[in-house]
């Protein structure tokens, strides 16, 4: 995670994306907590006017102490965390939970910290009433009798796949009307519950949790895990246990209950938190996290990786002849041109405004990145059309290849910028590798 640029260019996009977002968003200042700005999403849900919240501090909403706030944005600071469940106050009292994405960026020259927040009250609050009833009924579980009516009456009123197997053969024993329902499955006797609840199984599935479940020939107590199922493609939470069943035999109890939903929405703030919004590209944090795993492969296979920085020659004119939107619709023509260039291992992000990277994983030898830059090269000298007028837009390069003596992160980004910064100083739309006496 490093900063994001927001500078005079597209400072008015910035700001349009910012407050017409439907999605809560501060801007706290990294060191004092003040509130530095917020959006019209932002004033709505914690119930403050502009003019007000922008005199409070983060802490006056956070309802953690003041020590372990300032902990918290100086780890998003050192890029060490960027999400967070928090508790925060509404201007009514309210306690709510939160989830908040924040990392750090650059306005106008000073650092701040941008801030997504999600209300995620209701969804805790439900997450709570379902690990309520699998607690109660994994204490039942633990005291199970004879009254096997009974039993099938509290699994049956589940909404959940609860079904009970044989912990050695893997005979299916009991199913609930809810597992029957889903999978179709209304005689299921003499049948193993890999035949019944997965597809494509020929044996007991790689997956099976019974190692987990006892230990000394004795069960060991509930273990939770998650997983995809194989016939349904949906996701579930599994809370799996050893017991002795009304016959005395061990058998393998599971009770599942659908997290697709949860996992859907967590895969969405993932995605909003490590990529670009415009172009759909990885953004500078992915893409920091993408390069540290290319160079420490690297290390291990003694290859080489190339960075490309990749800026754009006098895009301000395009914003300035053309209005932002044109502007856009370039940037999004441009990641496009940009992804044609690199191959499945590579990664292309966008650095904000008309900054681009590009790590090349792995290469052999430097001549690689070359051949990439000048590919660059040739497609960009394609003109874009806008309102049905072509216009050329080039492109600066700055390329580095790491080596065994040359494989620090930071080194190699400012590498690859310095070597950008040369091209433009000598008359832009060219690539050059960086040089040590070429430094800026």
């Known amino acids: 995670m490093s900063n994001e640029c927001v500078g005079d260019s597209d400072s008015a996009l910035y700001e349009n994306l910012f407050n017409n977002s439907h999605s809560v968003m501060l801007i706290i200042h990294p060191n004092s907590g003040a509130i530095l700005d917020a959006n019209i999403k932002a004033c709505q849900y914690y119930g403050y006017s502009y003019d007000k919240i922008t005199t409070m501090n983060i802490t006056d909403i956070n309802t953690l102490p003041e020590h372990s706030v300032i902990n918290k944005m100086q780890k998003v600071q050192r890029n ?3 999400h967070f469940n928090f508790k925060h106050k509404l201007s009514n009292g309210e306690i709510r939970d939160v989830e908040v994405y924040s990392n750090p960026i650059t306005i106008k020259r000073e650092t701040a910290l941008h801030s997504i927040i999600y209300d995620v009250t209701d969804r805790n609050e439900k997450e709570k009433q379902k690990e309520h009833i699998k607690n109660e009924m994994a204490c039942y579980a633990r005291r199970l009798s004879k009254s096997h009516d009974t039993l099938s009456k509290v699994l049956n009123s589940l909404d ?42 020929s044996g007991p599935c790689a997956f099976c949790s019974n190692h987990h479940l006892i230990k000394n020939n004795k069960p060991t107590g509930v273990y939770v895990w998650e997983f995809q199922n194989t016939k349904n493609k949906r996701w579930y939470q599994c809370r799996d246990q050893a017991v002795y069943w009304v016959d005395n035999r061990l058998v393998r109890i599971e009770i599942a209950v659908d997290i697709t939903d949860r996992k859907q929405a967590e895969e969405k703030i993932l995605y909003t938190a490590t990529h670009d919004n415009l172009s759909k590209l990885p953004n500078r944090y992915l893409f920091m996290d993408r390069l540290s795993v290319a160079l420490a492969a690297s290390q291990r296979n003694n290859s080489l990786i190339g960075i490309l920085f990749v800026d754009l020659d006098e895009f301000k004119a395009v914003n300035d002849s053309y209005g932002h939107q044109s502007g856009d619709l370039v940037l999004q023509l441009v990641s496009k041109r940009l992804l044609c260039c690199a191959r499945k291992t590579d990664t292309v992000a966008r650095f904000g405004g008309d900054e681009f990277a590009i790590v090349l994983s792995p290469i052999n030898k430097k001549q690689d990145a070359e051949l990439v830059a000048q590919k660059v090269l040739k497609i960009m000298a394609s003109p874009f059309t806008l309102d049905k007028k072509q216009i050329n837009i080039g492109v600066s390069i700055g390329i580095a290849v790491s080596s065994q003596n040359n494989s620090a992160l930071d080194s190699l980004l ?13 008359g832009k739309s060219n690539y050059c590798f960086f040089e040590e006496n070429n430094k800026r």
């Open 80 to 82: 060490q965390q960027v």
């Open 414 to 426: 400012k590498q690859a910028d310095s070597a950008m910064y040369n091209v433009k100083k000598n």
């Open 160 to 201: 959940s796949i609860v079904y009970v197997s044989d912990f050695y053969n893997y005979d299916m024993i009991f199913m609930n009307d809810y597992t029957k329902n889903l999978f179709a499955e209304i005689n299921f006797s003499e049948k193993k519950c890999w035949q019944v609840l997965q597809e494509g199984q």
